[in-house]
């Protein structure tokens, strides 16, 4: 018999029952609708968390004093402390590092005439910059020997618009802390990324200026490297903590530092989302199951009502794997009608969901395909029982069913 | 002449837990092409065995079945299916005909399962078929929408659209009237005449003054295998009957 005629005669029976095709075919849309939505979910937070990464250097790795734990409680070393000399170390010593740059933080409240904006200022060196990805969109970026100390500032666009609203800042002042920085440069704009935080509410100032102007102190709480690629970065740690060890003559066998890498946060990362959507995918995939006991259910019944049309089509010349195949077209059609339809539901759910609740939705064609494949495949497995039933069926005794 | 269908002896046990019941107890016959052969017998006679056997829808238990030059006994569900498929014609009692399929889809049905017959072919020994039985009118008319005389016709269009080498009937009028009886058995008469050899599985006496042999079956023995040399004309005996009173149809 062709596959042609199988189709027909499939579709007949199929539309013969309605609604119970229109009921089977629901439980495998939801079932598919469901996978497609919850794998859109967890690929798009994956897209966004990397991206967000990137945004911030892909390659970036942040060094700070190790905690010592005592009596349980975390608290920051005081014997060892980060200082410049060690940056000028790592800057001249190290080879897969491409920029090194410290961080000192300083809280306050930026003001320019009427307008002020409670924006931290950042001590930083000039790598800074390429180590998180900012640029320069205005003027220039101070440079660390000539601008050593000097009351300088580089600033993003949301302190341009907060303090700056007639625009053009170069050249301007800013007081922080009473202190006056003349802005010499703006930076592009970032936007808001890693954990919700604005990339571009930011003051940068030579790191000497915040060690003598602000804090008054030489130690620097972090450093921020990156190193010179992509997969550098665990020899970069390596060298940064050998530099760092021997200029102290460390011989201890822990480190007296901790350094975090991009990559090791991005795995951090991701493997909490990646077990999360995983989840999500696992009980998606449960509902699948049960849409495809639904089928087996539903063509259980199906063989059992027509026994006796299955008994005549024998006697006038079907073999059993006729009258197999045609109950595994039925199975078949109505899962993969269930599948295209979930899959038109799915996308449209994630759209809507990144629509109305703004989250990042990205729907794979890797989960389409396999949504597709998995709902020929529950087809065929949960056909196929029901159909070999009814094509070992004896004829004498389907024809004489009731 | 060679026959179109020949029994040696055929047996055939059922097993019904630990008693094992004797259906048919070594029957052997034959039937040659262009006869047209009532199997008689009552109910435990072993006829519907012996039906079901000659339609290769269940195997002797010992014994020879050569159908058209070709043992059965041997044979497995799918060969046997072919041979349903290309050499038999079945009429049944409860026509068994596709609800919500139409006249002629019914008719095409056994040929759907024959993959050297086109779609074309199909339709038209379908329509070639329904002609045969008086029903080129009623086409496309659903199971549902015909009498029961009709649908019976349907059914035997069914058995011809294959050109099978032997239609099997049976009871195919139990469920009719006298009148409606006699019409379907004009047609099967009319078959004959073309050369159509039938094997015509009845208990009504009557039924069987319509053909030209008669064999009574009796506790799975062949009791009686007779010529009849005074084989009715249906269409007379219809003719013969009482006009159908108003109510009726």
Same mark, same amino acid.
């Given at each position: 018999?062709?596959?042609?005629?199988?189709?027909?005669?499939?579709?007949?029976?199929?539309?013969?029952?309605?609604?119970?095709?229109?009921?089977?075919?629901?439980?495998?849309?939801?079932?598919?609708?469901?996978?497609?939505?919850?794998?859109?979910?967890?690929?798009?937070?994956?897209?966004?968390?990397?991206?967000?990464?990137?945004?911030?250097?892909?390659?970036?790795?942040?060094?700070?004093?190790?905690?010592?734990?005592?009596?349980?409680?975390?608290?920051?070393?005081?014997?060892?402390?980060?200082?410049?000399?060690?940056?000028?170390?790592?800057?001249?010593?190290?080879?897969?590092?491409?920029?090194?740059?410290?961080?000192?933080?300083?809280?306050?409240?930026?003001?320019?005439?009427?307008?002020?904006?409670?924006?931290?200022?950042?001590?930083?060196?000039?790598?800074?910059?390429?180590?998180?990805?900012?640029?320069?969109?205005?003027?220039?970026?101070?440079?660390?020997?000539?601008?050593?100390?000097?009351? !300088?500032? %580089?600033?993003?666009? *949301?302190?341009?618009?907060? $303090?700056?609203?007639?625009?053009?800042?170069? /050249? +301007?002042? @800013?007081?922080?802390?009473?202190?006056?920085?003349?802005?010499?440069?703006?930076?592009?704009?970032?936007?808001?990324?890693?954990?919700?935080?604005?990339?571009?509410?930011?003051?940068?100032?030579?790191?000497?200026?915040?060690?003598?102007?602000?804090?008054?102190?030489?130690?620097?709480?972090?450093?921020?490297?990156?190193?010179?690629?992509?997969?550098?970065?665990?020899?970069?740690?390596?060298?940064?903590?050998?530099?760092?060890?021997?200029?102290?003559?460390?011989?201890?066998?822990?480190?007296?530092?901790?350094?975090?890498?991009?990559?090791?946060?991005?795995?951090?990362?991701?493997?909490?989302?990646?077990?999360?959507?995983?989840?999500?995918?696992?009980?998606?995939?449960?509902?699948?199951?049960?849409?495809?006991?639904?089928?087996?259910?539903?063509?259980? !019944?199906? %063989?059992?009502?027509? *026994?006796?049309?299955?008994? $005549?089509?024998?006697?006038?010349?079907?073999? /059993? +794997?006729? @009258?197999?195949?045609?109950?595994?077209?039925?199975?078949?059609?109505?899962?993969?009608?269930?599948?295209?339809?979930?899959?038109?539901?799915?996308?449209?759910?994630?759209?809507?969901?990144?629509?109305?609740?703004?989250?990042?939705?990205?729907?794979?064609?890797?989960?389409?395909?396999?949504?597709?494949?998995?709902?020929?495949?529950?087809?065929?497995?949960?056909?196929?029982?029901?159909?070999?039933?009814?094509?070992?069926?004896?004829?004498?005794?389907?024809?004489?069913?009731? | 002449?060679?026959?179109?269908?020949?029994?040696?002896?055929?047996?055939?046990?059922?097993?019904?837990?630990?008693?094992?019941?004797?259906?048919?107890?070594?029957?052997?016959?034959?039937?040659?092409?262009?006869?047209?052969?009532?199997?008689?017998?009552?109910?435990?006679?072993?006829?519907?065995?012996?039906?079901?056997?000659?339609?290769?829808?269940?195997?002797?238990?010992?014994?020879?079945?050569?159908?058209?030059?070709?043992?059965?006994?041997?044979?497995?569900?799918?060969?046997?299916?072919?041979?349903?498929?290309?050499?038999?014609?079945?009429?049944?009692?409860?026509?068994?005909?596709?609800?919500?399929?139409?006249?002629?889809?019914?008719?095409?049905?056994?040929?759907?399962?024959?993959?050297?017959?086109?779609?074309?072919?199909?339709?038209?020994?379908?329509?070639?078929?329904?002609?045969?039985?008086?029903?080129?009118?009623?086409?496309?008319?659903?199971?549902?929408?015909?009498?029961?005389?009709?649908?019976?016709?349907?059914?035997?269009?069914?058995?011809?659209?294959?050109?099978?080498?032997?239609?099997?009937?049976?009871?195919?009028?139990?469920?009719?009237?006298?009148?409606?009886?006699?019409?379907?058995?004009?047609?099967?008469?009319?078959?004959?005449?073309?050369?159509?050899?039938?094997?015509?599985?009845?208990?009504?006496?009557?039924?069987?003054?319509?053909?030209?042999?008669?064999?009574?079956?009796?506790?799975?023995?062949?009791?009686?295998?007779?010529?009849?040399?005074?084989?009715?004309?249906?269409?007379?005996?219809?003719?013969?009957?009482?006009?159908?009173?108003?109510?009726?149809?």
């Amino acid at each position: 018999m062709s596959p042609l005629t199988l189709i027909k005669i499939a579709l007949k029976a199929l539309l013969r029952n309605r609604m119970r095709t229109f009921l089977s075919v629901l439980g495998i849309v939801i079932g598919v609708a469901a996978v497609i939505a919850m794998v859109a979910m967890g690929e798009g937070s994956r897209i966004s968390i990397k991206e967000q990464m990137t945004a911030m250097g892909s390659n970036a790795i942040i060094i700070m004093p190790n905690r010592d734990r005592r009596g349980g409680v975390q608290q920051e070393s005081t014997s060892e402390l980060l200082e410049e000399a060690d940056i000028i170390a790592i800057r001249e010593n190290a080879t897969y590092i491409d920029g090194v740059s410290p961080m000192m933080t300083v809280g306050g409240q930026a003001i320019v005439g009427n307008n002020n904006s409670p924006t931290t200022l950042s001590g930083i060196s000039a790598d800074y910059l390429k180590i998180r990805n900012y640029e320069i969109e205005d003027g220039v970026m101070f440079d660390d020997v000539t601008d050593r100390m000097s009351k !300088v500032c %580089v600033i993003g666009q *949301t302190v341009v618009k907060n $303090l700056f609203p007639e625009g053009d800042p170069i /050249g +301007k002042t @800013i007081r922080y802390r009473n202190i006056p920085l003349k802005v010499i440069g703006t930076l592009k704009a970032k936007g808001s990324g890693d954990f919700g935080q604005d990339n571009d509410d930011v003051i940068f100032t030579p790191y000497q200026t915040v060690m003598k102007r602000f804090s008054a102190t030489t130690n620097i709480r972090q450093i921020f490297a990156n190193s010179i690629g992509e997969g550098y970065a665990e020899k970069a740690t390596e060298e940064i903590m050998g530099i760092l060890k021997e200029r102290r003559g460390w011989t201890k066998p822990t480190d007296p530092f901790r350094v975090f890498t991009q990559e090791e946060m991005i795995q951090t990362i991701t493997s909490t989302s990646d077990m999360i959507s995983l989840v999500l995918t696992i009980i998606a995939g449960i509902s699948l199951f049960v849409g495809g006991i639904g089928i087996m259910n539903i063509m259980y !019944v199906s %063989v059992t009502e027509r *026994t006796k049309e299955i008994g $005549l089509r024998m006697a006038i010349g079907a073999r /059993g +794997k006729d @009258i197999m195949f045609q109950f595994l077209f039925e199975s078949v059609i109505i899962s993969l009608l269930g599948g295209v339809i979930g899959i038109a539901l799915g996308i449209a759910a994630s759209e809507i969901v990144k629509i109305v609740f703004n989250m990042p939705m990205s729907v794979s064609v890797t989960s389409v395909i396999v949504s597709f494949a998995v709902c020929f495949a529950t087809g065929v497995f949960f056909g196929w029982y029901p159909a070999r039933k009814a094509s070992r069926l004896d004829p004498i005794e389907a024809l004489r069913f009731e | 002449m060679n026959p179109i269908l020949s029994i040696q002896n055929i047996r055939r046990d059922f097993k019904m837990g630990d008693e094992t019941v004797h259906a048919l107890r070594g029957v052997s016959f034959d039937i040659y092409p262009g006869e047209f052969v009532t199997i008689m017998g009552t109910s435990g006679s072993g006829k519907s065995t012996m039906l079901n056997i000659l339609g290769c829808m269940d195997k002797p238990t010992s014994g020879e079945y050569i159908l058209d030059g070709q043992h059965t006994e041997k044979l497995k569900r799918d060969a046997l299916a072919k041979i349903r498929s290309k050499k038999l014609g079945f009429v049944f009692q409860s026509y068994n005909l596709l609800s919500r399929t139409t006249a002629i889809e019914n008719v095409e049905l056994p040929l759907l399962y024959n993959s050297s017959v086109s779609a074309a072919e199909r339709h038209r020994r379908a329509i070639e078929a329904l002609k045969m039985v008086g029903l080129e009118g009623r086409m496309n008319h659903l199971p549902n929408q015909l009498s029961g005389g009709q649908q019976q016709r349907v059914a035997i269009a069914r058995a011809l659209v294959n050109d099978p080498v032997i239609i099997l009937a049976d009871e195919a009028t139990g469920n009719l009237d006298t009148r409606t009886s006699y019409e379907i058995m004009m047609i099967f008469q009319e078959l004959n005449r073309q050369g159509k050899t039938i094997a015509f599985v009845t208990h009504e006496p009557d039924i069987a003054t319509f053909s030209g042999r008669t064999i009574t079956l009796r506790d799975g023995l062949l009791k009686k295998d007779v010529k009849n040399e005074n084989v009715q004309d249906a269409k007379a005996a219809f003719e013969a009957l009482p006009p159908p009173e108003e109510f009726e149809e």
